[in-house]
Structures are given as structure tokens and as C-alpha cells.
């Protein structure tokens, strides 16, 4: 079997082809197309979210992510599969099966956030409790209100709001009703830099108190490994890899998935023995994560990350190569490296070292986990 055969072999396991839900998901989706004229934006999505999980869609703009949000929430129809909600079935294709957004148990936290300008903070967070008695609806707003942590400000019009506040007005009020989904478009993009953090994990801390199951959307690498119980990474429609935030991050499944979530540098190996000979030196087999007997005496790959690699100021035949780029980052400094070899490599170094450009280095792998690989490019 080949390189190739196997991890495609791996990756059709962990899809779903079944038109039915499992037992455990609060979402299905199953086969799930739609287009736009001629434009495919997503294509044959299928995924599972568990009940209480917080699952980020993540890729670069264009990939589909918000079109899938939209699928879910039922503001667009499918022209392909079938989608699940609780357990009810809530789209087909065509017109044999489809839930109006208001009927389905699904909340959405918009970009803007759109709160009603007019109304107060509790009167926002009471807009989708009209059915409610008027008792249980004093007590869920108040009880929201705490949660968030603005029982003061429950007299207060949006405009007397922060952004920050503003937000978790809008995620009190979606939380409110108690949808089987909660659906977040971009929820942190109109907030200043220093606020995203913040409420990157603020967020994550209500909905996981709340008991809510999450969907997020995003091109933030950084913000959907921060908050999110699992990471789908979606590319031209599809989903690329799904797992963990630590999983998919340092095992990646396609080299998209790997340049996508950061920084990555790829070096050819060749497979003999216990060892995989590199530009850098020989790297033990059994630091190459899933690397079988088979495949021996084979060319790959070698993922390797900025924070894997150390160069150091080298002279002579000790240089493996030279600093061609420098981008000071404040508390970290990421140094491009040309090796002798012909390959760029690059290192991050804390702010303190200076290397400067043009300066003989000697490089060395200093990652203390397994390293991802792929197939050589043909």
C-alpha cells in the first residue's frame, strides 16, 4: 500500500456516510452540497458535534465556513444531504424536508451582534422569551444577567455598552431560549485586539456554564485553538481535518491543514532503518509520528514548526546555512534560515537572541514531541 493510499484510507474511516444521526449528536450533517451558480461553496460537508461541545469552522475566507453556518441555522437550503438538529431532521435537498429558521431549537450570535438599540439590557435578553410566563421570564433574564456579569447593567441601552458588554448581551439572549445549538458567525471581528482575548475566554466560560452546545466560525487561527473542544478545518468547501485543537495542530493530515495553523517548513527525508536521514542530521524513526515498518526506504517530508528549531552563530564547516529574514514579533523574534542543502527553514528565538542577517548558523531540531510528515512532492 502506498503513502498515499494510507492516509486517504485513515482519513475516509472518520467519515460519516450514513443518513441518520448518532446517538450522541446534538448536529449531523451528512453529504451536504450547496451552490451558487457555478460556485460550489461547500461541497459534500458531512460532521458530527457532540452535545455540550464547543466545535470551531476554521479556514481563510471564501471556504465555505459561513455558508455552512447558514446551512445549519436554515438560511440557506441544501441542493445535496441531509441535516440533523437534536435528532429532527431539518433539511433535505429539494423541497421534501426543510425546518424554517424559527422552528428549528438553533441560536445565532451575529458579528455585529445586533442587539435592538431601543430596548434595555434585559429587554434584549427577554426578546426570545415572549412565551414564557412572566415569572420564569424575570428569572432566566436574571439569571443570565449573572452569568454574564451584568446584573448592573440590565437598565442600560446598547449604546451605554462596551463592545465587550454588547457581546455578551447578544450570547445571554441567544443562550436564553435554551436552543439544542448555538451558532457564533465571527463573534469576536468588530472587537479591538486586547478585548478578542479577553473574551475569547470569557465566551468559552459561559457556554461551557450554560451547558451549550457551540458552533463557531472563523479564519483566526489562534482563536479557534483557544477556545474550541475540536477544530474542523475547511478548505474549498470541504473539511479538511477535524480534531482536537493539540491534534490537528501537530498532525496535520494535508499541507494545507499544516500552513494553514501556523508557520511550517518541510524537510526531505529518506527512511532507512531506524533512522530518517534529513538536511539536519538523522532524526530516530520513532520520533516520526505513525511512520510503519513499511515504509521503509521511502522519501518524505519532515514537518517541522519555528519553535522545533534552533540556530545558533556557527563559522566554517560548522554552518548548516544562513539567516536570510528577521521579523521581531516583541517577546519573540522568527529567523528564516537558508540551509546549505537548498531547503528554508525557520526558528523562533526569544526576543533577547540576535542573530543578524547574512550570520552562519548551525540548526538543530530541538522539538521534544513527535514530528508530522507527508509524502515527498513528485
Not at 161 to 181: H, K, M, V, W
Not at 259 to 279: K, M, N, R
Not at 338 to 364: C, F, Y
Request: glycine letters at 8%.
Amino acid at each position: 500500500m502506498s503513502v498515499r493510499n494510507h492516509r486517504a484510507e485513515a482519513q475516509e474511516r472518520t467519515e460519516r456516510t450514513e443518513d441518520r444521526p448518532s446517538p450522541d449528536a446534538v448536529l449531523e450533517i451528512d453529504g451536504v452540497t450547496k451552490t451558487f451558480g457555478s460556485d460550489c461553496a461547500v461541497d459534500s460537508l458531512s460532521l458530527s458535534v457532540r452535545e455540550g461541545e464547543l466545535l470551531t469552522l476554521l479556514g481563510p475566507s471564501g471556504c465555505g465556513k459561513t455558508t455552512a453556518l447558514r446551512l445549519i441555522a436554515g438560511l440557506e437550503r441544501p441542493d445535496e444531504g441531509t441535516i440533523h438538529v437534536g435528532g429532527e431532521r431539518v433539511a433535505t435537498a429539494g423541497e421534501r424536508a426543510f425546518v424554517p429558521p424559527e422552528r428549528r431549537d438553533v441560536g445565532v450570535v451575529f458579528q455585529d451582534f445586533a442587539l435592538f438599540p431601543h430596548m434595555t439590557a434585559a429587554e434584549n435578553v427577554a426578546f426570545g422569551l415572549a412565551d414564557w410566563n412572566a415569572d420564569d421570564r424575570e428569572r432566566r433574564v436574571a439569571e443570565l444577567l449573572e452569568m454574564v456579569g451584568l446584573s448592573a447593567y440590565a437598565e442600560n441601552t446598547p449604546e451605554e455598552l462596551s463592545g465587550g458588554q454588547q457581546q455578551r448581551i447578544a450570547l445571554a439572549r441567544s443562550i436564553a431560549p435554551e436552543p439544542e445549538i448555538l451558532l457564533l458567525d465571527e463573534p469576536f471581528s468588530n472587537l479591538d485586539v486586547d478585548l478578542r482575548v479577553e473574551m475569547r475566554e470569557e465566551v468559552r466560560r459561559i457556554l461551557k456554564g450554560a451547558g451549550v452546545t457551540g458552533i463557531s466560525v472563523t479564519h483566526d487561527q489562534e482563536e479557534a485553538m483557544s477556545i474550541s473542544d475540536r477544530v474542523a478545518v475547511m478548505a474549498e468547501g470541504r473539511i479538511e481535518q477535524v480534531g482536537t485543537p493539540e491534534g490537528v495542530f501537530q498532525h496535520p493530515r494535508s499541507r494545507f491543514v499544516a500552513g494553514f495553523l501556523g508557520h511550517a517548513s518541510f524537510l526531505p527525508g529518506y527512511i532507512s532503518g531506524d533512522l530518517v536521514e534529513t538536511p539536519l542530521g538523522p532524526v530516530g524513526r520513532d520520533r516520526i509520528h505513525g511512520l510503519a515498518a513499511e515504509y521503509d526506504y521511502t522519501r518524505i517530508d519532515v514537518l517541522v514548526r519555528p519553535d522545533d528549531v534552533l540556530a545558533r552563530p556557527a563559522e566554517g564547516e560548522r554552518a548548516d546555512g544562513r539567516v536570510t529574514y528577521r521579523r521581531y514579533l516583541g517577546p519573540t523574534v522568527l529567523y528564516r534560515v537558508e540551509l546549505d542543502s537548498g531547503e528554508t527553514v525557520e526558528a523562533m528565538h526569544n526576543h533577547s537572541d540576535r542573530l543578524s542577517l547574512d550570520t552562519p548558523v548551525t540548526v538543530e531540531l530541538a522539538a521534544a514531541h513527535d514530528l508530522a510528515w507527508f509524502p515527498a512532492e513528485e
